[in-house]
């Protein structure tokens, strides 16, 4: 319990420590973050995000319409009352 306390303090730690190095540590005249961002900003990575937008809303497509065939019940519409003394 208390190792697992430790780790999860430790992980804390040097996600705070990459978060910060991130922000406000400059690589260059810029932090990383200005620097994805201006990478970000161009036309290939706006084309790459369209491009993986339309994905997943193909693929969400096609999920949710396997979801919805899986879920149809493809028996018949009336099978009739249930007999009490069927064999078994």
């Keep these: 319990m208390i ?6 303090v430790i992980g804390t730690v040097c ?3 990459v978060g910060y190095v ?10 990383l973050f ?12 706006q084309e790459l995000g ?5 994905t997943a809303h193909t693929l969400e497509a096609h999920v949710l319409g396997e979801i919805d065939r899986l879920t149809t019940d493809g028996g018949v519409s ?10 078994r």
Excluded: K, W
């Design 15 to 17: 996600l705070a420590c």
């Design 3 to 8: 190792r697992r306390l430790v780790e999860s």
């Design 50 to 54: 369209r491009d993986a937008a339309t």
């Design 78 to 87: 009336d099978a009739g009352p249930l007999r009490a003394n069927a064999p």
């Design 22 to 31: 991130y922000f406000f540590v400059p690589v260059g005249q810029r932090t």
């Design 34 to 45: 200005e620097h994805t961002m201006r990478i970000a900003a161009t036309e290939p990575a």
